[in-house]
């Protein structure tokens, strides 16, 4: 950094030195001049110099430099020099701002970043023309500098310009001045002859056709800004509750945007079509009583809402050439709409784009909250970086005071912990403990999933049980019941672990939760698919799997709602009236994220087979956030816990994608590529698999003539081909090492940056004492020097005293 | 200009608007046309400044609150900090005498205000945030964090009451961590550079160094 370093040194101005203008090649002569100072004092102190060191490693003992003294008993010059060294004056100065900014507008303009030679100044040799500066910057100097970032300012362009500006840690009165003097004047360019009647109506015809553009997009703008909602609900949560639970509720906003893209192209592409174009119901309608609101059965069965509904043929056909099933009822000017078809590529277009924003929103999070070296530096990191300033009522602030106190409390326990080791037993004890309650979780789990299994079974073999619709609801009841239980069974167990981190411990609770989930899927999707489908043999058995999953849908948001009254509206009551405490319970963000993830899987695996399954999980999702909003506000208090809440949505995002999106693809995957569908209903009732309707399609064409022949090659090299597969993962693997290899390569960096600028440091404490010595010297110098002529002023009046004595 | 209305001229919206962070997302697109009555800026920044004219205006007594004179007054420190977005914030004081311009650093006007919105607002970069973070936290004044300033700073974050402190063998020790963890030159104090790289590896801190009007 091209920063002037401000000395004073008695060293007379050489007239000579004025007037040249001091290159890079006569630096040895400066270099010189230099070593001949330093020798000129240090030949004087070289005894306090032997001194100096003497005495610092009587005090220190340490190899390690120290400042020589506290900073408050140094003297005014020294404490002078140091307030004025730069890595101070940044800090405070608005000079050192200035200039600070006028070399970022140099290297962003000039792409470089080795400043110019002509303005380098080496921090180790000072040229001698700087010599008769003061101490701090002075108006005069801070002019020039202003003066400099002015004329570079005019180089660049409007926007960078104002963007830099924009970014300056100045006052805004500053930044006006500054923009002001760095405006280029356009005063030549105005009054030009001639050309000027023409261009001035060609300009005002652009300036109004832009005008109105402009207004046109702001009206769009606003009406966005007008569709999103929530944005006082949000604020006033924040202002309660602090980020961590903000992150909750933005992560529900997530979710209905996804769910809101799916329901768009089911809508467009499968649903509308299919209204458009009613096929021949079956029978009469049966009678709507008001069951189906939860079993999903009954009158909705035979509608747009299920899969079993849908044609198989090819709609709005032209008479001439009839399809079996087909309606001869064309629309003028219609287009002929292959249903099969477009059920297919509707459901694997949607689960495509869907992938890739999940997957880009996940690599965006990832981006922003990670950071290299972020697990170190953890003290400063909580001290500097902890406070949330959009809290603003009183007690939620002192909340979070006192969650940042425990948080530090806990860090230094910590902290004392892994600098005094524990004793072997004392491990052994924890890792036993420890595997015992994995073990009993993970039984849980596992017994959970047999129960399902178990109970599902008995559910295909009682055959009472099947006429009855309510019968239907047992088996979502029960698992939506385990759903619940099993994790505060875990939350018990976990409080026998002893606590070493509690970020570890949100973490693991997460993770335990998790597997009891997909463990209870996996076996439900087993069900399905594999029994299921055997049993219901004849039968429409994709209808029977949808209205499972909408059943699982609505008794999860009907026990979610029990819960919420229970688990928090009477917990309060009973903590203030019969406990007397005063807190309120807190609000355990991890448990209802899984809640909301969960749900989000059921709608995934649930699309290929009830297409309005999305419009049922947004309403379900904008009820959730109203009711888990207001029992917030009544009931509950922050979690004490502490909450990254940037690295948590990442892990949340990832969930999202891995398991749960992973997981409803697999389970797509195999219903399009390996069952057979049901041969009474549906739009591939006549065929052996799903995917069937793609290669007849694709035959079709390739019948069709040559001009559509590249379709049917692309779908025979790429779409079959297990090589292209390989290829495309082969790439994908080979990025993902190149990465990780780059962020090591950045550790290494980083280590030996710290390395060289703890070097700098040891540099500069070494000067600082050196300096220190030299003042220290001078005033003593001056003491004894006016003693001395103290002196010299009293013996007179002594001697005469004695002559007189 | 007299009357009550919080209606700031178009020329100075646009120039707010261009030297702060505020309005960025209320922009769709921004042009400059410079013909001959002079360059026209538009923007639509109506919501966010005047929501902040509007609050600036109701700290004001009754006679000052037209715009011309509004953007002249100098607000009291008690007027500002009884903002609700300020009131519980134990850095209130300091976030005052830090964005203000008046020679005896006492009293905000409109445009210290605007700035204070600004470097707190959603799109402000985690830069100029952490800069105004450190001096926020310099609580002499001096351009870097002793071990003074770091134990004030610990208990405004906890609390300044007796029995909310941390005890003082604690506080050494934490402070002792702090220094070891960002210190990287050994002088014993935290400069502007190495604060920046400790926020830097803090992805949370331009989240929670907002304040939402």
Redesign the interface.
């Known amino acids: 950094m091209a920063q002037p370093l401000a000395f004073i040194l008695d060293v007379p101005e050489t007239p000579g030195d004025q007037g040249r203008d001091l290159s890079p090649y006569d630096e040895s002569e400066v270099h010189d001049s230099f070593q001949q100072l330093i020798q000129e004092q240090s030949q004087c102190t070289a005894q306090e110099g032997l001194e100096l060191q003497q005495r610092e490693r009587e005090v220190t003992g340490s190899s390690?430099q120290t400042?020589w003294r506290p900073?408050g008993t140094q003297s005014t010059a020294t404490l002078r020099i140091l307030?004025s060294m730069p890595?101070?004056?940044?800090?405070?100065?608005r000079g050192a701002i200035i200039s600070q900014y006028y070399n970022r507008t140099v290297q962003l303009r000039r792409r470089s970043s080795r400043p110019l030679l002509g303005n380098f100044v080496h921090s180790a040799r000072p040229s001698l023309r700087l010599y008769d500066l003061e101490l701090d910057p002075t108006a005069r100097e801070e002019e020039e500098k202003q003066s400099l970032l002015v004329k570079e300012l005019q180089s660049l362009a409007?926007a960078q310009r104002?963007h830099m500006?924009?970014?300056?840690?100045l006052?805004?009165?500053e930044?006006?001045s500054l923009?002001e003097k760095s405006r280029t004047p356009?005063g030549k360019w105005?009054g030009q002859p001639g050309s000027g009647g023409v261009c001035?109506c060609c300009?005002r015809l652009r300036?109004a056709c832009?005008?109105a553009l402009?207004s046109l997009?702001?009206v769009?703008?606003?009406a966005l800004q007008a569709l999103m909602p929530w944005r006082y609900a949000l604020?006033r949560i924040?202002g309660q509750f602090g980020?961590s639970v903000l992150s909750y509720f933005l992560f529900l906003k997530t979710l209905l945007a996804f769910n809101a893209l799916l329901l768009l192209l089911l809508v467009a592409f499968i649903m509308g079509p299919q209204v458009a174009f009613p096929p021949a119901l079956p029978g009469p309608a049966p009678v709507c009583t008001g069951l189906e609101l939860l079993t999903g059965a009954g009158c909705f069965t035979h509608t747009v809402m299920y899969y079993g509904h849908y044609s198989n043929a090819t709609l709005n056909q032209p008479c001439g050439s009839p399809l079996d099933g087909s309606q001869c009822t064309p629309r003028v000017g219609g287009l002929p709409y292959n249903m099969p078809l477009a059920y297919l590529s509707t459901v694997g277009v949607s689960f495509f784009i869907t992938c890739i924003t999940l997957v880009y929103s996940m690599a965006h999070s990832f981006g922003?909250?990670?950071?290299v070296?972020?697990t170190?530096?953890?003290?400063?990191?909580t001290?500097?970086?902890?406070?949330?300033?959009?809290?603003?009522?009183?007690r939620?602030?002192?909340l979070q005071?006192?969650n940042?106190?425990t948080r530090?409390?806990e860090l230094?326990a910590e902290?004392q912990l892994r600098h005094s080791p524990r004793s072997v037993c004392g491990r052994l004890r924890q890792a036993a403990v420890l595997g015992l309650v994995w073990l009993l979780c993970l039984g849980t789990a596992l017994g959970c999933a047999v129960a399902v299994h178990v109970f599902s079974e008995f559910m295909i073999q009682s055959p009472e049980a099947v006429g009855q619709e309510a019968a239907l609801l047992v088996l979502p009841l029960v698992v939506g019941l385990l759903n619940l239980g099993a994790p505060y069974l875990c939350r018990v167990l976990a409080a026998l672990e002893p606590h070493d981190s509690p970020v570890l411990e949100v973490y693991v609770a997460i993770c335990r939760n998790l597997i009891l989930k997909l463990a209870i899927l996996g076996t439900l999707c087993y069900h399905w698919l594999g029994r299921r489908v055997g049993v219901l043999q004849g039968q429409c058995w994709e209808d029977f799997v949808g209205q499972e999953l909408y059943r699982f849908l609505v008794m999860d948001f009907v026990l979610m709602l029990l819960d919420t009254l229970f688990g928090e509206l009477v917990w309060r009551i009973i903590s203030e009236k019969k406990l007397k405490r005063r807190r309120k319970p807190e609000f355990d963000i991890a448990r209802n994220v899984l809640e909301l993830i969960y749900g989000q899987t059921l709608t995934w695996l649930g699309v290929l087979f009830s297409p309005l399954l999305p419009a049922v999980q947004i309403i379900k999702l904008l009820l959730v956030f109203y009711v888990k909003k207001t029992s917030l506000l009544a009931n509950c208090q922050a979690p004490r816990r502490p909450w990254?809440?940037?690295?948590m949505s990442t892990v949340f995002l990832t969930l999202l994608c891995f398991p749960a999106f992973l997981g409803a693809a697999v389970f797509l995957c195999y219903a399009v590529w390996q069952v057979k569908p049901s041969s009474t209903c549906g739009p591939f009732r006549t065929l052996d698999t799903m995917y069937e309707a793609g290669r007849v399609w694709v035959r079709h064409l390739e019948a069709a003539g040559p001009r559509v022949s590249w379709l049917p090659w692309v779908h025979r090299y790429l779409g079959e081909n297990t090589f292209f597969v390989f290829l495309v993962s082969a790439l994908l693997l080979a990025v993902i090492y190149l990465n990780i290899q780059v962020v090591r390569g950045q550790r290494k960096v980083i280590c030996l940056l710290?390395e060289q600028?703890?070097n700098?440091?040891?540099d500069?404490?070494f000067l600082i004492n050196k300096l220190h010595s030299i003042y220290e010297r001078k005033e003593r110098e001056e003491r004894s020097r006016v003693g001395t002529t103290e002196e010299a002023a009293a013996p007179p009046a002594l001697l005469t005293d004695e002559q007189d004595a | 200009m007299g009357g009550s209305g919080s209606r700031l001229s178009k020329e100075l919206l646009a120039e707010y608007q261009d030297l702060t962070f505020l309005t960025k997302q209320e922009i769709l697109l921004r042009e400059v046309l410079d013909n001959e009555t002079g360059s026209e800026r538009f923007g639509d920044c109506l919501r966010q400044h005047s929501e902040a004219h509007r609050r600036f205006c109701e700290l004001l007594p009754q006679e000052q609150r037209s715009v011309e004179s509004s953007l002249r007054a100098q607000v009291p420190f008690e007027q500002i900090l009884s903002l609700p977005e300020l009131k519980a914030n134990p850095f209130k004081e300091r976030i005052c005498r830090v964005f203000s311009t008046s020679p005896a650093k006492d009293s905000l006007s409109f445009e210290d205000f605007l700035d204070l919105l600004s470097v707190f607002s959603d799109t402000a970069t985690p830069d100029i945030k952490s800069h105004y973070a450190f001096r926020i936290f310099d609580f002499d004044d001096d351009g870097t964090l002793n071990r003074e300033d770091l134990s004030r700073l610990v208990n405004c974050l906890t609390g300044e009451g007796e029995d909310t402190r941390l005890s003082a063998s604690e506080m050494k020790q934490l402070i002792d961590n702090i220094l070891e963890e960002s210190d990287i030159d050994r002088d014993g104090t935290i400069n502007l550079s190495e604060f920046q790289h400790v926020i830097s590896r803090s992805p949370d801190f331009a989240s929670s160094f907002k304040i939402v009007l």
Do not use: N
Request: with cysteine.
């Open positions: 390690q400042l900073e307030a890595s101070r004056t940044i800090g405070r100065s409007v104002d500006l924009r970014g300056m840690p006052s805004l009165a930044k006006r923009r356009r105005r001035s300009g300036y832009v005008l402009h997009g702001l769009l703008l606003s604020k924040g980020s922003e909250s990670y950071r070296g972020s170190s530096g953890i003290h400063a990191i001290v500097f970086c902890s406070w949330d300033y959009k809290v603003t009522q009183k939620a602030s002192r005071q006192d940042i106190r530090l409390k230094l902290w990254l809440a940037s690295h710290k600028i703890s700098e440091g040891e500069k404490i």
